[in-house]
């Protein structure tokens, strides 16, 4: 019996296969989860080929959260579908590289600002407005972040994107705590997905972090940070809520890179 059986959780965002979100899938049913995932536009197509490594093939559910009409069906399509939802992970993101990125800090129109907060952060609450109405004590949302607590070289206004969710999150936790709701974040340290490979971040990042995480970081898994998401979206963390869960070998405790050599024995 996995510490899921018998939640509904809604994962949006999903578009690859080697995405978190995927990651986040497909270790919720395998910890005994019924889940439905949602997406919308182009983006559909590539959902629909990932879903279809997943066993049971889940549902689908077109979603823009910009959209106030799309937000508004939601309750009633996860009904439909699930009966209603104990767990949603948000894992949308959005900032045009071209616009606010790869040091355009300075420059960035406020209009693809705007478009970044909206999507990446506020949509955090959106999806709160539209869901938590249909949940019962012991929801928990789940939300992906990127080390916010810091400035990164070229990540720019994604990066402010993502330290307002950190604090969407927060308030969240303080609003949704009295009906029993939890909201969390996983902050993981950089995986190799589609969306990173749209950031325009200085070619040796990944490197440092290898090399400075003192538990070691695989950047070509999703399993660390989708088992933290499961864990957090389950019972055992029922006490748990406005949380940075990071999953990222360490890296955002150390200094600097730490020895790697054996314990000093007596």
Known sequence: MGILEGK???????????????????????????IVVSNFGR???????????????????ELDVTNEADLARLPDELMDKLGGVDGVVHSI????????????????????VAQSLQISSYSLAA????????????????ALSFQANVSWPSYDWMGVSKASLEAVSRYLARYLGPMGIRSNIVSAGPINTLSKKAIPIISDEEEQWVARAPLRWDPNSTRAAALAACALLSD???????EIVHVDGGFHSTGIKPVRSNLIKA
């Open 236 to 242: 055992y963390f029922g006490s748990t809520t406005g």
């Open 93 to 112: 993101a959005f900032a045009d590289p071209v616009k606010t990125m790869g040091g355009r800090f300075l420059s960035a129109p406020w209009e693809a």
């Open 8 to 34: 509904r959780v809604l994962v949006t965002g999903l578009t690859a296969h080697n995405s978190i979100a995927f990651g986040i899938a497909d270790q919720a049913q395998r910890e005994g989860a019924k």
């Open 43 to 61: 983006a559909m197509r590539m959902t629909r080929r990932s879903v279809a490594k997943l066993d049971p093939v889940p549902d689908i559910i």
């Open 127 to 142: 999806l709160a407005r539209a869901c938590a109405p249909i949940m019962e004590p012991g929801g928990a949302f789940v």
